[in-house]
């Protein structure tokens, strides 16, 4: 067995106790590490120009370096829109638009504007729509602080031409915000709000090679779901995120507010239906593959990197799913002990992806785990597995009866490829 010799920053048991189950030995990020569960702050340090730090072919990491261009809001908004730009030019049928103007398949993220870049064509579209809901979000902070709704111009003062947003100084991340149409009409069960955080991970960019796992949950909203203007500001009724629904009166520790996705599942198969239901689920893996493929071309595919991402997700009443945000350091905290157990799994089937089993890391290896090691992670796509015409293909599956892309992409796989080395 070898002794991989690990570095983290953080003391999680969830993370510890899997390093601890293996056997490895714990060293500073100083020391040679094999194995580093770093915080997102320090990951442009560790890949800093300036460190001049280069790492051997038995080193894996927990981030990639510009992870941003997907897990900052403004970024991943702006790499999607010029994904979706790329396509259209190139006279792909991904990017085919309805008579509306809205794109057939790839209208996957609420209609977004960065502020204060964005702000006059904010308000031009704010005009159009009085009615319309938004959510105003900063890019520099995440757990739901910051976040407002916003239904009358002037809420956004401080954005205006006449605020802030006239200066010339370039604005930071931190002052940075996205402004995105408010979905409105969520799925409620029981009356309430809930969304999706699904763990993808990703142990290659180029080519695209990606994981969804099986184990993702919804977190609900602790009270019932209320559109009304006057219960705008109640962040209990709107912001699902755990830390603030935690906050409230009626927050049950015992459940945490949580429900795995297979019950999900199970609800819905059972009043809306089978058919409908695995749409959905198509259309969350459909979407979660083309935002990984909308920033494929501007990470820098470290071939030592990995990283397993928080996908945000919400259900729309069409059953229609939206991509909130994706983080890249998803809350390892657990609040209930089935949520303990479920990311211990987590990790240690992240970590059975991407070191063998009882090897030390080897980025040499093609990075393509024999599938028994994908525990509860399911090979969402491989792009060497792909066919050259294969987005077509999709299409034509995607417009026809039931979206069989990812199953499609999976059953592409070739046993040769199935093993490590
Ligand atoms: N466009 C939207 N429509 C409806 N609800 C939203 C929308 N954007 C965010 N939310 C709600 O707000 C929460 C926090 O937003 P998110 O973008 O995930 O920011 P944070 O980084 O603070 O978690 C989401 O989990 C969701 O419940
Ligand atoms: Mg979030």
């Known amino acids: 067995m070898a002794r991989v010799k690990y570095a983290s920053d953080f003391d999680k048991s969830v993370l510890l106790n899997n390093f601890d189950a293996r056997g490895w030995v714990q060293v500073t990020p100083d020391d040679d590490w094999n194995f580093y569960w770093a915080g997102v702050h320090n990951i442009r340090n560790i890949f800093g120009v300036e460190t001049g730090f280069r790492m051997g072919d038995d080193q894996v990491i927990n981030h990639f370096p510009n992870h941003v261009e997907l897990t900052r809001k403004d970024l991943m908004v702006k790499n999607i829109k010029r994904y979706r730009k790329e396509l259209e030019k190139d006279g792909s049928q991904l990017a085919e638009k309805d008579e509306t103007g809205r794109f057939v398949h ?50 956004l003062k401080k954005w205006s031409r006449d605020g802030k947003g006239n200066s010339f100084v370039a604005p930071t991340a931190k002052e940075t915000y996205v402004i995105s149409k408010y979905i409105d009409n969520p799925l409620l069960i029981g009356g309430k709000k809930f969304d999706l955080r699904l763990y993808v991970l990703v142990t290659s960019f180029r080519p695209l090679k990606c994981y969804m796992y099986k184990l993702g949950f919804c977190r609900f909203c602790t009270v019932k779901y209320n559109a009304s203007v006057n219960e705008l500001d109640n962040m209990f009724v709107h912001l699902t995120n755990v830390s603030i629904q935690k906050q409230g009166e009626d927050y049950n520790a015992v459940h945490g507010g949580k429900w795995t996705v297979e019950n999900l599942r199970l609800f819905l198969e059972g009043t809306r239906g089978k058919e409908v239901s695995d749409k959905l689920f198509d259309e969350i893996n459909w979407l979660t ?35 909130i945000e994706v983080n890249a350091s998803p809350s390892l905290t657990s609040t209930t002990s089935s949520d303990r157990i479920m990311k211990y799994k987590l990790i240690s089937d992240v970590i059975n992806i991407v070191i063998p089993p009882g090897e030390l890391p080897d980025v040499r290896w093609c990075k393509v785990p024999a599938k028994e090691h994908y525990g509860n992670f399911y090979l969402l796509y491989d792009e060497d597995l792909a066919q050259a015409d294969l987005l077509n293909q999709e299409i034509k599956v995607r417009a026809g009866a039931g979206n069989a892309m990812v199953r499609g992409a999976r059953d592409l796989r070739k046993p040769s490829q199935a093993t490590w080395k």
Not at 112 to 132: G, I, Q, S
């Open 289 to 323: 593959v083309h935002s990984l493929k909308a920033v494929a071309g501007v990470i820098s595919n470290d071939r030592h990197c990995f990283e397993c991402y928080g996908y945000d997700i919400i259900i729309d009443d069409n059953l229609k799913p939206w991509l």
């Open 106 to 155: 790839l209208d996957f993220i609420p209609l977004t504007f960065m502020l204060p870049a964005d702000y006059n064509l904010f308000v031009e579209e704010f005009r159009k729509n009085p009615n319309t809901t938004w959510i105003m979000k900063p890019c520099g902070k995440a757990r739901g602080i910051g976040i407002f709704l916003v239904n009358k111009l002037s809420q």
